[in-house]
């Protein structure tokens, strides 16, 4: 599956990289959410992660940048900190279809991801 | 013009004597803080090279812990990568590994997260970090209850229960967290016997901690006595978080609180929880209040107002504050079904323009 | 003794004594500026922001950002607005009757309306024209303000009339925030329970020559022309020891307008901004102060000392010269104003240390320099060398650069934002450079300044249009 990240904390990019990768997805990764919406038409990803808090443009920008250019397909998993429930609320209206709360287990993350994949598979 | 001049000269000599001491004194200190600066310059960027390959060594050990999470970390693997570090005397390089360790640990929960653990203490770091619970500087003990509530060493709770106490505010404020972190809920027992302020910033923390955990039953009863005024006003904010309906009457009492904090924490705290008589509490206490504690009062009331609040609210649309009118008229609004009906209709009847008022409300409520 | 050599003696007596004075101040404002740092930067590493960053429980913030012919940069410094990290975040951007399109590049980027809405005067403003805010629901934190021209201090007035939030945080709309500059700002406010903190101030930097990308900041680099390179000591003089000391003290009298954090009841009951003096900013936060003095409440201006907001510093003197003339007239505007407080012992620090320093080493100082230098040239003209008036002359100067050297060498220890060697020694050159080249221009600036308020002249008062930014503009 082609993922595309977007994700400005180093640390967690790599453990996202790592793993993904290591669950034999194609990885493309973006520091910033401006760079995110940018590689959308290039790479064409199956799903996208994105966190909220991110330079130039919240991730929240990006589910709907997502959601505007593919209206049916390409779900988005977002990561958020604890105690954002608001903030999540409002990524679900405008369309994001899975979250996850810092900090997390990346073989949750595994679990998740594959769950998308068997989706789009049907 | 001559007498002028000698005396001139004289004077010349008198002044030069301190002055030159002046200006060398200064002149020598000038040098010094140059060459220290310069000094220290050069002495960093020969450390900078160390630096590289520390972090280098450090990163692939905390990678193997947590990416690898089939295959365990061990002993030959980390002696392998330490390579010639005594990680016993080199404390520069120690202090590196335990930050990195400690931040990867916030990033990540789950089998990674136990791997790291596993490796902080196969490194031995805990036993630094517990020797450093008695250090003299402040900000050392109180790094040193962050590193071990991080990396989760139990099994010292009781002692960390007397740094709750503490008289340095970081080192307190650590072992707060560091109690409720182990201990859950019950940890908060540490409010009964707190004397020290709570801040509002340990409070927002102590909260995100509570809500990383399942809920549970505590007892906020006994804190809402508390002389305190701090550990009142954070019983409150866990009443509201929580939702203890069967609090309602002790909350309502702290309206009467001799501390404003407190009675602003109060009003806030019954938006949450509420019962039909809270707005004769709240209209009770109305005139008493600042005009602060007054918006927060009007502001719940458009949560919790019924019809038989609509006489004190219709009142307050000639209040002389425009943001209480405001505030007023979304809690009319709200307080029954036809609440904008009749809004518009005292608009058409009353002397008091408030049109701008009834538009502003009807554009809320269609977005 | 002939009256000549007796003005001779004061004179020379009296400048040895002020600069005695200077040095201990100098002295003092340094320990204290290392304490306060310390203390900060130990505190600093126990906190965690991201925490902060995502809870709905920590209080309430709006930026204000007045915008005045901003039409070619708006878009995208609002955009970065909108990303900084904070949860409880509102920006409101306060249309100053701009000339160009600045308001309908806004409505057409941010798909804005205008949307009926009730304007409460808490504080007596220039007419709003309308009030915008966004269809799409991600710009729901941006609400953008139509006003009649009324200058940066009436601008900001509307903006805490609309707010309804606690604080509010009030920028200049072109500079560049780092993304955790509102966390950060804010904290200041809910560390203690004992005393109420009124205001909070940040650090600005010189931006100059830095990579700026999107309305953020991606690289630092020393300005590489000498006007702003010389004013990046300044600034890091000001912020990091001056300001830093203050704080120590709790006597810190000015919060840069560029970028501060305000107690939003607080300046509703002193009546927000004064729209009629030049040097708004300081006068606002001396106001408050004096108010909590006056009510006997104990309160707090906390200051955080990391490299928050960046901006662009004026490269020619012209502009330079228009800014510090400015800032002089502000300064005894505001000293004016407040006159009761000085050496008044009902205001304790603040009128005992904080005035008397900014009346004998802010206002006076400029004067004092120019009538010394003044006096050396006529007395060389009419008799002679006057030896011990020009060794003090020196030594003087020797204590301005030692001061900026430690300056420079906190820089290094702190915050370390240049990290070649080789711009240290750049700016340890310039502060060698700045008692010839650029202090005599600064001291006239603030000479002409005072000319121009004696004169009544007031410069903004023969304008028909206020524009609040232009002297900041360089590029």
Redesign the interface.
């Given at each position: 599956m082609k993922i595309l990240v977007a994700e400005d904390d180093q640390l967690m990019v790599k453990m996202l990289e790592f793993r993904l990768k290591k669950d034999g997805h194609e990885v493309v990764i973006t520091q910033d959410g401006r760079a995110a919406v940018a590689k959308l038409s290039e790479f064409k990803p199956d799903l996208v992660i994105t966190d909220i808090m991110m330079p130039y443009l919240s991730g929240l920008e990006v589910v709907s940048a997502v959601k505007k250019k593919y209206p049916t397909g390409t779900p988005v998993i977002i990561l958020s900190g604890m105690g954002q429930e608001n903030v999540v609320l409002e990524a679900f209206q405008l369309g994001a279809d899975d979250f996850m709360t810092k900090p997390f287990s990346p073989n949750e993350l595994s679990v998740r991801v594959h769950r998308f994949d068997l989706t789009l598979a049907k | 013009m001559l007498t002028l001049k000698t005396h001139l000269y004289t004077s010349f000599i008198i002044y030069w004597d301190i002055q030159t001491i002046a200006l060398a004194g200064i002149v020598i200190l000038m040098v010094c803080l140059l060459s220290f600066m310069l000094l220290y310059m050069l002495v960093k960027a020969s450390h900078e090279k160390k630096h590289t390959h520390w972090r280098l060594i450090s990163d692939s050990l905390i990678h193997k812990a947590v990416f690898d999470d089939d295959d365990r970390i061990d002993e030959e693997f980390i002696q392998m990568t330490l390579g010639t570090i005594n990680l016993k005397k080199n404390k520069y390089f120690r202090k590196l590994l335990t930050g990195e360790i400690i931040s990867a640990k916030k990033n990540i929960t789950g089998a990674a997260a136990e791997n790291l653990i596993y490796l902080y203490r196969l490194l031995n770091l805990d036993k630094y970090a517990i020797k450093n619970l008695n250090n003299l500087r402040w900000y050392v003990r109180a790094r040193a209850i962050h590193e071990l509530t991080t990396m989760q060493i139990s099994g010292l709770v009781d002692h960390l229960h007397l740094f709750t106490n503490d008289s340095n505010e970081y080192v307190r404020m650590e072992a707060q967290s560091a109690l409720v972190q182990f201990n859950g809920f019950e940890g908060l027992s540490f409010l009964d016997t707190v004397a020290y302020p709570i801040s509002d910033w340990q409070q927002i923390k102590l909260l995100q901690l509570l809500s990383l955990l399942p809920p549970s039953t505590f007892d906020t009863a006994p804190w809402f006595q508390s002389e305190n005024s701090t550990v009142v006003v954070f019983a409150l904010k866990l009443a509201r978080n929580y939702n203890r309906f069967e609090q309602h009457d002790a909350i309502a009492k702290c309206l009467d609180h001799s501390e404003p904090k407190v009675r602003l924490e109060a009003i806030l705290c019954l938006n949450e929880i509420y019962t039909d008589e809270t707005s004769d509490h709240l209209i009770g206490r109305f005139l008493k209040e600042s005009l602060k504690h007054q918006l927060a009062m009007i502001r719940v009331m458009q949560t919790l107002g019924t019809e038989r609040d609509i006489l004190f609210l219709t009142d307050l649309l000639n209040h002389e504050s425009d943001q209480l009118k405001l505030d007023a008229a979304r809690a009319l609004v709200n307080a029954s079904k036809n609440g904008m009906a009749s809004l518009e209709a005292y608009s058409k009847q009353s002397e008091q323009d408030i049109t701008e008022i009834v538009m502003h409300i009807k554009r809320e409520m269609s977005v | 003794m002939?009256w000549?050599?007796f003005l001779l003696?004061a004179f020379?007596y009296g400048i040895l004594v002020y600069s005695m004075i200077l040095l201990t101040f100098y002295l003092l404002i340094g320990s204290f500026s290392i304490l306060e740092t310390r203390s900060y930067l130990?505190?600093n590493?126990?906190t965690?922001y991201?925490?902060?960053?995502?809870?709905?429980?920590?209080?309430t913030m709006t930026i204000l950002a007045p915008a005045y012919n901003e039409g070619p940069t708006i878009i995208e410094n609002v955009?970065?607005l909108?990303?900084l990290?904070y949860?409880n975040l509102d920006v409101i951007i306060i249309n100053d009757g701009s000339k160009d399109d600045t308001l309908e590049q806004l409505i057409k980027a941010y798909d804005l309306y205008k949307?009926?809405?009730?304007?409460?005067?808490?504080i007596k403003t220039k007419t709003v024209k309308g009030i915008y805010?966004s269809h799409?629901?991600?710009y729901r934190k941006l609400t953008v303000i139509d006003k009649e021209n009324g200058g940066k201090a009436d601008a900001l007035n509307v903006g805490i009339n609309i707010a309804r939030s606690d604080y509010f945080v009030c920028i200049d709309v072109d500079c560049v925030l780092e993304?955790d500059a509102i966390l950060k700002l804010a904290?200041p406010?809910?560390?203690?329970?004992?005393h109420r903190v009124i205001a909070a101030g940040g650090v600005v930097r010189v931006a100059n020559s830095c990579e700026i990308e999107?309305?953020?900041l991606v690289k630092v680099h020393l300005p590489k022309k000498f006007l702003p390179r010389i004013q990046t000591l300044e600034y890091i003089r000001a912020f990091l020891l001056s300001r830093m000391a203050w704080t120590r003290l709790n006597g810190l009298l000015l919060i840069s307008g560029a970028f501060g954090a305000f107690d939003r009841?607080i300046v509703i009951a002193c009546g927000g901004y004064h729209t009629d003096t030049v040097g708004e900013d300081m006068e606002l936060v001396v106001r408050m102060r004096r108010y909590m003095e006056e009510r006997e409440e104990p309160y707090k201006v906390g200051f955080i000392p990391d490299p928050l907001c960046w901006t662009e510093a004026p490269s020619s003197y012209r502009i330079l010269g228009r800014q510090r003339n400015r800032w002089t007239r502000g300064t005894i505007e505001t000293l004016r104003s407040h006159k009761k407080m000085f050496f008044n012992p009902n205001y304790g620090i603040l009128g005992m240390l904080s005035y008397p320093y900014w009346f004998f080493f802010e206002f006076l100082a400029p004067i004092i320099e120019f009538l010394g230098t003044l006096g050396i040239i006529i007395y060389f003209f009419t008799?002679?060398i006057?030896?011990?008036a020009v060794?003090?002359m020196?030594?003087v100067i020797?204590?301005g650069?030692?001061y900026s050297?430690?300056a420079?060498?906190m820089e290094?220890?702190t915050y370390n934002q240049y990290k070649q060697?080789k711009d240290?020694l750049k700016l340890?050159l310039v502060a060698i450079l700045e008692p010839f080249i650029f202090h005599p221009f600064v001291v006239w600036s603030a000479v002409l300044g005072n000319i121009s308020l004696l004169r009544k002249q007031n410069s903004w008062g023969e304008m028909t249009r206020q524009g609040f930014a232009t002297d900041k503009k360089s590029r």
């Open positions: - | - | 002939s000549q050599t003696h020379t130990h505190k590493s126990f965690d991201r925490m902060l960053a995502s809870s709905s429980e920590a209080p955009r970065s909108l990303s990290h949860n949307a009926d809405f009730y304007v409460t005067q808490l805010r799409n629901p991600v993304q904290k406010f809910m560390e203690t329970s004992t999107g309305g953020r009841e008799y002679a006057n030896w011990s060794v003090i020196i030594i020797c204590i650069i030692l050297i430690f420079i060498l290094v220890l060697r240290i340890v």
